[in-house]
């Protein structure tokens, strides 16, 4: 054993002066194993999703307010809850889910202004953001200030009112909770809703689907979705990556100061190339988000 790990971690003679941990053609296999490690979660997922899942916390009244404090903060003033835009946010979603499809029109080329007219609501000027998979509502609004598309939306100095829908079920097979943000202004006096949150709408996959049912009988705007798996799969991910790449950075620096204290010479030294590599990996790491927008 001790050999073992002397030839895996300590640079020697017997291993040409290179810990075998930091081989390159090692340092593959840790890529192999890291891709097949995210294909197991995936299976597990599917098979245990209470167990192995995404952790999900959304809530429309945090959606709210940090919406309109992203408004405030620029002098804009804040956005009324509109329960007619909440219906239309909401069939938006569901209808998302029916027709398996991941856009702002929908396979027949129904418009989010389409679903907005649906609900009632009769607007002057309207927009809409789409989000899937964030873990969290902040998430979602730092996701749309980050995009320019989406932050012109949410900044809009000609929008009075906003809608929101929360909606978790099945797209594209995938597990998914769609975010679905409508904005308006009308020549109609605002609806303010506020009534106490209620639970997320569950979708069903699209195999079991039931007609989408009209606006005003899809769920309030104060919906939310919070799931709290027994191991969260995105915090998982990073801390085995980073263990492994924490591991093999500091193989690498004891290298260097093993082959700088002995003053070994040796041809083949790709320390630097190797420090470079593992930086881009984890800054890369830094920034995977599963959630995505349109």
């Known amino acids: 054993m001790t050999s073992f790990v002397k030839h895996f971690f300590i640079p020697y003679s017997g291993n040409n002066h290179r810990a075998k941990a930091i081989h390159?053609?090692?340092?593959?296999?840790?890529?192999?194993?890291?891709?097949?490690?995210?294909?197991?979660?995936?299976?597990?997922?599917?098979?245990?999703?209470?167990?192995?899942?995404?952790?999900?916390?959304?809530?429309?009244?945090?959606?709210?307010?940090?919406t309109n404090q992203k408004r405030q903060e620029q002098g804009l003033s804040p956005l009324n809850l509109n329960s007619e835009l909440s219906a239309a946010a909401a069939a938006k979603a569901v209808d998302m889910f029916a027709k398996n499809y991941w856009a702002h029109n929908n396979p027949e080329g129904k418009t989010p202004w389409d679903f907005i007219v649906s609900s009632g609501y009769r607007y002057t000027v309207a927009g809409e953001n789409l989000a899937k998979n964030f873990g969290n509502s902040g998430g979602v609004v730092d996701a749309w200030m980050a995009s320019p598309t989406h932050r012109d939306n949410l900044l809009?100095?000609?929008?009075?009112?906003?809608?929101?829908?929360?909606?978790?079920?099945?797209?594209?097979?995938?597990?998914?909770?769609?975010?679905?943000?409508?904005?308006?202004?009308?020549?109609?006096?605002?609806?303010?809703?506020?009534?106490?949150?209620?639970?997320?709408?569950?979708?069903?996959?699209?195999?079991?689907?039931?007609?989408?049912?009209?606006?005003?009988?899809?769920?309030?705007?104060y919906e939310q979705v919070t799931k709290k798996p027994i191991i969260n799969i995105p915090t998982l991910s990073r801390e085995v990556a980073y263990?492994?790449?924490?591991?093999?950075?500091?193989?690498?620096?004891?290298?260097?100061?093993?082959?700088?204290?002995?003053?070994?010479?040796?041809?083949?030294?790709?320390?630097?190339?190797?420090?470079?590599?593992?930086a881009m990996v984890i800054i890369a790491l830094s920034f995977i988000e599963r959630g995505a927008l349109i």
Not at 40 to 56: M, N, Q, R, S
């Open 156 to 221: 809009k100095e000609s929008y009075r009112d906003v809608g929101f829908a929360v909606v978790n079920g099945v797209l594209n097979g995938e597990e998914t909770t769609l975010v679905v943000q409508m904005f308006g202004s009308s020549t109609a006096k605002p609806v303010v809703q506020a009534p106490p949150p209620v639970a997320a709408v569950e979708v069903p996959d699209l195999a079991a689907q039931a007609p989408v049912a009209p606006p005003e009988t899809v769920a309030s705007a």
């Open 24 to 66: 390159i053609d090692v340092l593959f296999v840790y890529l192999l194993l890291l891709i097949v490690f995210q294909n197991g979660l995936k299976l597990g997922h599917k098979i245990f999703p209470d167990v192995l899942g995404y952790a999900t916390d959304i809530h429309v009244e945090q959606l709210l307010s940090g």
């Open 243 to 278: 263990l492994l790449l924490g591991i093999v950075m500091t193989v690498l620096v004891l290298d260097a100061w093993v082959v700088s204290r002995r003053k070994i010479v040796r041809f083949a030294g790709h320390n630097l190339a190797h420090f470079v590599f593992f």
